[in-house]
């Protein structure tokens, strides 16, 4: 077999390693435009986690890559003046120079032939070649010129960075964040051999050009940045290497074979250097390839199983990435936050560290930001503990004079089980049972304000006197019997309306008993759906009255909160998307006539509303879909609702358009709330596949959502915020007499329970190779 590489990064390398490993008697040359030791840039990190699989795959470069390590377990965050520092990382820090001679010198020693010097624009010179690996970095000369075929997407992102190295030890990941005169600053700097560190350099665009850094070659760059890090470099200097300032390019290609062309590394998906992963996915891609050709029949079959085995992992990690630059790249909204709550969000900012985690390898740290969260409920006028603090989930908050006891909520849900809009009996122990499960506040299902503003005949509905006195008995019985407090979310279904029941085809219109729908504008959602009929004027004000009328009894049901549905493409929310409003009077065109008649109702509700009740408004901050709304809009949304007086943004997504493409996930509508809370300073609510109370917690610590709800996780269990109160120790959690003896059980096997799971996590946590080393390291006397 015969295989051509094209360029000699870790990919490259790796791969040439493995294959020549695999096959001996294969005929593998690497092609390499640098001379052999000319290698730009300082050092690099791998995590624990990728040294074991270099470990598992070649001993012998395993063996000398880590002896040239270095090894760190702590993450230090420099903020205003604080440093906090988080142990249990495992990271290791190498030079990149060194990790290619090491590469090197093994692929030699297997008999791969290296080639330096040689520049490959063409593939037509490996006519012969049984496999050629394209792993030419970033910038690939080969995927450009099948740039038709590869269809790379490259997203140059915003924020400048060059790459630096110092003289400067350091004995941690350590970031630092630095405030300037012309604006923030960020270092993610590390150690990678004795005396040498890496020194990443990043800011937004605006800073850069305020800085003078335009224009200024490497070397006044570096003394630029020498004078703003100067307090923590010590003296030391920096050092350049082709470090020129640059945009990151996130690379994603939507193919990474062309008949026996395949693309590794950086050349079909790059990872931002915020979590370090750029060369474990080059090098994890060289064994993917090499695990594909030991398992397949035929090359052809090797690299389509190598393309679609491990293309999931790699969106992940880009996944990962994408998170954390998002965050490095709008840190300015931190930037007046508590810094021990800001190393807290920076440390979970992609998601993939918890809150429990951070407990239980910072317990310090964690207490820390507990505490400082209590201080800030204190300071917002509770009389809460703040020497032993509860949970951030357990704190309570107050919307105008209403007080909730926790942060739980369960989100608004449709059951699609009203007659003629009446809620029954069911409705009395679904909503009964979860004010009793204990969740600090409970939404209504979209309630709605007319019959023919009904999403489907099974909606519930507050037009009539029925439906007023079914509403209060469910509102007495959940102030009768719980702590709870309850909100009712008003809507009309606008052009979803005259839909099936959930069950029976979501969305999908009714075939029989249908009544007519209206809508911003005459699209309908499905092309067989009916089309709506264009609000006027003089139904948009019998709406409103509607909604009027609806909130009124709702008062007197003596519901606690209103909330407002401008979400998810029903009515309101067909008159704030691009996409569902294509009007051409003052309630069309821009956001601001877009957001017209939503305000107008809201405005109309707030006036009725008591001023002592708190109102919510929900949204869809995205529509995930082009030309649609995207998070910055929704940032001006929600200032536009905090002006008309709301107290809470209760951020959603979507379900605005059909053709819509959501990127789901853990927690996956978060970084909007973030976005709304921290950028339009109001008060947020998040929700969207958040499942436990470590998520809400890690939410909440990081501030990023004043509240949050669950939906479908209270369906299947109306406990959840008791059971979390007790795994937390919350023991204030209110619980009806009738129940505490189940209480005082679950709180007294919680704790045990608790302890158990943690000393099994610390036992099944294999040491990090910084522990190991450490312990090697100690002299016999102190053992
Ligand atoms: C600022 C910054 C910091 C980073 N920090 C880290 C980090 O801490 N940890 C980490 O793991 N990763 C880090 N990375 C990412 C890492 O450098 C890359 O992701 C990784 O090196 C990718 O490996 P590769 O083999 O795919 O590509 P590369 O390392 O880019 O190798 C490609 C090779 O191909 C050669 N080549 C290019 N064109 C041709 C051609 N036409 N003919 C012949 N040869 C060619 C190049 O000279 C090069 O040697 C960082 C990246 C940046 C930009
Ligand atoms: C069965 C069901 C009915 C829903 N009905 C409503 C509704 O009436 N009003 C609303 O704003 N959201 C509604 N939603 C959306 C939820 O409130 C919530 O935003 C969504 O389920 C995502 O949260 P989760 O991942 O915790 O379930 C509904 C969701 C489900 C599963």
Same mark, same amino acid.
């Given at each position: 077999?015969?295989?051509a590489?094209?360029?000699?990064?870790?990919?490259?390398?790796?791969?040439?390693?493995?294959?020549?490993?695999?096959?001996p008697?294969?005929?593998?040359t690497?092609?390499?435009r640098?001379?052999?030791?000319?290698?730009?840039?300082?050092g690099v990190?791998?995590?624990?986690?990728?040294?074991?699989?270099?470990?598992?795959?070649?001993?012998?470069?395993?063996?000398?890559?880590?002896?040239?390590?270095a090894?760190w377990?702590?993450?230090?965050?420099?903020f205003?003046?604080?440093?906090?520092?988080?142990?249990?990382n495992?990271?290791?820090?190498?030079?990149?120079?060194?990790?290619?001679?090491?590469?090197?010198?093994?692929?030699?020693?297997?008999?791969?032939?290296?080639?330096?010097?040689?520049?490959?624009?063409?593939?037509?010179r490996?006519?012969?070649?049984?496999?050629?690996?394209?792993?030419?970095?970033i910038?690939?000369?080969?995927?450009e010129?099948?740039?038709?075929?590869?269809?790379?997407?490259?997203?140059?992102?915003?924020?400048?960075?060059?790459?630096? %190295?110092?003289?400067?030890?350091?004995?941690?990941?350590?970031?630092?964040f630095?405030?300037?005169? =012309?604006?923030?600053f960020?270092?993610?700097?590390?150690?990678?051999?004795?005396?040498?560190?890496?020194?990443?350099?990043e800011?937004?665009?605006?800073? !850069?050009?305020?800085?003078?850094?335009?224009?200024?070659?490497?070397?006044?760059?570096?003394?630029?940045?020498?004078?703003?890090?100067?307090?923590f470099?010590?003296?030391?200097?920096?050092?350049?290497?082709?470090?020129?300032?640059?945009n990151?390019?996130?690379?994603?290609?939507?193919? =990474?074979?062309?008949?026996?062309?395949?693309?590794?590394?950086?050349?079909?998906?790059?990872?931002?250097?915020?979590? %370090?992963?750029?060369?474990?996915?080059?090098?994890?891609d060289?064994?993917?390839?090499?695990?594909?050709?030991?398992?397949a029949?035929?090359?052809?079959?090797?690299?389509?199983?190598?393309?679609?085995?491990?293309?999931?992992?790699?969106?992940?990690?880009?996944?990962?990435?994408?998170?954390?630059?998002? =965050?490095?790249e709008?840190v300015?909204? !931190?930037?007046?936050?508590?810094?021990?709550q800001?190393?807290?969000?920076?440390?979970?900012?992609?998601?993939?560290?918890?809150?429990?985690?951070?407990?239980?390898?910072?317990?310090?740290?964690?207490?820390?930001?507990?505490k400082?969260?209590?201080?800030?409920?204190?300071?917002? %006028?509770?009389?809460?503990?703040?020497?032993?603090?509860?949970?951030?989930?357990?704190?309570? !908050?107050?919307?105008?004079?209403? $007080?909730?006891?926790?942060?739980?909520?369960?989100?608004?849900?449709?059951?699609?089980s009203a007659?003629e809009?009446?809620p029954?009996?069911f409705?009395?122990?679904?909503y009964?049972?979860?004010?009793?499960? %204990?969740?600090?506040?409970?939404?209504?299902?979209?309630?709605?304000?007319?019959?023919?503003?009904?999403?489907?005949?099974g909606?519930?509905g507050l037009?009539?006197?029925?439906?007023?006195?079914?509403?209060?008995r469910?509102?007495?019985?959940?102030h009768?019997?719980?702590?709870?407090k309850?909100?009712?979310?008003l809507g009309?279904?606008?052009?979803?309306?005259?839909?099936?029941?959930? =069950?029976?085809?979501?969305?999908r219109?009714?075939?029989?008993?249908?009544?007519?729908?209206?809508s911003a504008?005459?699209l309908?959602?499905?092309?067989?759906?009916?089309?709506?009929?264009?609000?006027?004027?003089?139904?948009?004000?019998?709406?409103?009255?509607?909604?009027v009328?609806?909130?009124?009894?709702?008062?007197?049901?003596?519901?606690?909160?209103?909330?407002?549905?401008?979400?998810?493409?029903?009515?309101l929310a067909?008159?704030?998307s691009?996409?569902?409003n294509?009007?051409?009077?003052?309630?069309?065109?821009?956001?601001?006539?877009r957001?017209?008649?939503?305000?107008?109702?809201?405005?109309?509700?707030?006036?009725?509303?008591?001023?002592?009740?708190?109102?919510?408004?929900?949204?869809?901050?995205?529509?995930?879909?082009?030309?649609?709304?995207?998070?910055d809009d929704?940032?001006?949304?929600?200032?536009?609702?905090?002006?008309a007086g709301?107290?809470?943004?209760?951020?959603?997504t979507g379900?605005?358009?059909?053709?819509?493409?959501?990127?789901?996930?853990r927690?996956?509508? $978060?970084?909007?709330s973030?976005?709304?809370?921290?950028e339009?300073?109001?008060?947020?609510m998040?929700?969207?596949?958040?499942?436990?109370?470590?998520q +809400?917690?890690t939410?909440l610590?990081a501030?990023?959502?004043?509240?949050?709800?669950?939906?479908?996780?209270?369906?299947?269990?109306?406990f959840?915020?008791?059971?979390?109160?007790?795994?937390?120790?919350?023991?204030?959690?209110?619980?009806?007499?009738?129940?505490?003896?189940?209480?005082?059980?679950?709180?007294?096997?919680?704790?045990r329970?608790?302890?158990?799971?943690?000393?099994?996590?610390?036992? +099944?946590?294999?040491?990090?190779?910084?522990?190991?080393?450490?312990?090697?390291?100690?002299?016999l +006397?102190?053992?």
């Amino acid at each position: 077999m015969k295989v051509a590489i094209i360029g000699g990064g870790p990919a490259g390398l790796y791969a040439a390693i493995l294959l020549k490993k695999q096959r001996p008697s294969a005929d593998i040359t690497v092609y390499e435009r640098n001379r052999a030791d000319d290698t730009f840039g300082f050092g690099v990190v791998f995590s624990d986690a990728t040294l074991d699989n270099c470990e598992k795959y070649d001993l012998p470069s395993y063996r000398r890559i880590t002896q040239e390590f270095a090894y760190w377990d702590d993450i230090a965050v420099h903020f205003r003046g604080t440093v906090h520092r988080v142990g249990g990382n495992g990271f290791c820090g190498c030079s990149r120079r060194k990790l290619l001679l090491i590469l090197q010198e093994r692929a030699r020693e297997l008999g791969v032939v290296l080639h330096f010097e040689v520049d490959i624009d063409d593939e037509s010179r490996f006519a012969d070649a049984d496999l050629i690996l394209v792993s030419d970095g970033i910038n690939s000369r080969l995927r450009e010129k099948h740039v038709d075929h590869f269809q790379p997407e490259v997203d140059l992102r915003a924020n400048k960075f060059a790459w630096m %190295g110092s003289t400067k030890p350091l004995d941690a990941f350590t970031f630092i964040f630095q405030e300037t005169e =012309w604006g923030p600053f960020i270092a993610h700097a590390y150690q990678y051999e004795a005396g040498h560190s890496t020194w990443i350099f990043e800011t937004d665009p605006a800073t !850069f050009e305020r800085a003078g850094l335009t224009g200024l070659d490497e070397t006044q760059s570096a003394a630029r940045m020498a004078e703003i890090f100067g307090w923590f470099l010590d003296g030391h200097e920096l050092l350049t290497n082709r470090s020129m300032w640059r945009n990151f390019p996130m690379i994603r290609s939507k193919r =990474w074979v062309k008949d026996n062309m395949v693309l590794l590394g950086d050349a079909k998906a790059s990872a931002h250097f915020s979590i %370090g992963s750029g060369t474990k996915l080059a090098m994890e891609d060289a064994i993917a390839l090499a695990d594909a050709l030991a398992k397949a029949p035929s090359i052809q079959a090797a690299l389509d199983l190598y393309e679609h085995g491990r293309r999931e992992e790699v969106e992940k990690t880009q996944h990962a990435a994408d998170v954390s630059l998002v =965050w490095f790249e709008h840190v300015d909204r !931190f930037w007046d936050f508590d810094p021990v709550q800001f190393a807290f969000g920076v440390m979970t900012r992609s998601k993939a560290i918890t809150y429990d985690n951070l407990k239980l390898r910072a317990p310090e740290f964690v207490a820390e930001v507990e505490k400082s969260f209590a201080q800030q409920v204190r300071d917002n %006028g509770f009389e809460v503990d703040t020497n032993k603090p509860v949970v951030p989930l357990f704190q309570p !908050f107050r919307l105008r004079e209403m $007080t909730l006891a926790n942060r739980a909520v369960m989100s608004p849900m449709c059951m699609y089980s009203a007659q003629e809009g009446v809620p029954g009996d069911f409705h009395l122990v679904h909503y009964g049972s979860r004010a009793v499960g %204990g969740a600090g506040l409970i939404f209504t299902e979209m309630t709605c304000v007319s019959r023919d503003a009904r999403i489907t005949p099974g909606c519930a509905g507050l037009w009539n006197d029925e439906q007023e006195a079914a509403w209060r008995r469910i509102v007495d019985f959940v102030h009768g019997n719980s702590a709870a407090k309850i909100c009712l979310q008003l809507g009309h279904a606008g052009r979803k309306g005259a839909t099936r029941l959930m =069950w029976d085809g979501m969305d999908r219109p009714l075939e029989q008993g249908a009544w007519e729908v209206v809508s911003a504008s005459p699209l309908p959602y499905f092309p067989d759906s009916q089309v709506p009929r264009e609000l006027d004027r003089e139904t948009m004000g019998a709406v409103k009255d509607a909604f009027v009328a609806a909130a009124e009894r709702g008062d007197r049901c003596g519901f606690d909160m209103l909330e407002l549905h401008c979400a998810h493409g029903y009515l309101l929310a067909s008159f704030i998307s691009p996409l569902t409003n294509t009007r051409t009077d003052a309630y069309g065109g821009s956001l601001e006539n877009r957001l017209r008649f939503p305000l107008e109702v809201f405005e109309a509700l707030r006036s009725v509303w008591p001023a002592h009740k708190p109102m919510s408004v929900r949204i869809s901050a995205t529509d995930w879909a082009e030309g649609g709304i995207t998070g910055d809009d929704a940032v001006i949304i929600a200032r536009a609702f905090a002006e008309a007086g709301v107290d809470l943004v209760d951020v959603s997504t979507g379900q605005t358009v059909r053709e819509a493409q959501p990127v789901y996930g853990r927690m996956f509508q $978060t970084p909007f709330s973030d976005q709304v809370r921290n950028e339009a300073r109001v008060a947020t609510m998040c929700v969207g596949n958040i499942t436990t109370a470590d998520q +809400a917690n890690t939410i909440l610590a990081a501030g990023r959502a004043d509240l949050v709800a669950l939906g479908r996780p209270h369906l299947v269990d109306p406990f959840f915020t008791m059971k979390a109160a007790a795994w937390y120790g919350a023991k204030d959690a209110f619980c009806p007499p009738q129940y505490l003896p189940g209480k005082d059980q679950i709180f007294r096997n919680s704790v045990r329970d608790r302890q158990d799971l943690e000393e099994l996590r610390i036992k +099944a946590k294999p040491k990090t190779r910084a522990e190991l080393k450490a312990e090697a390291t100690k002299p016999l +006397a102190a053992e």
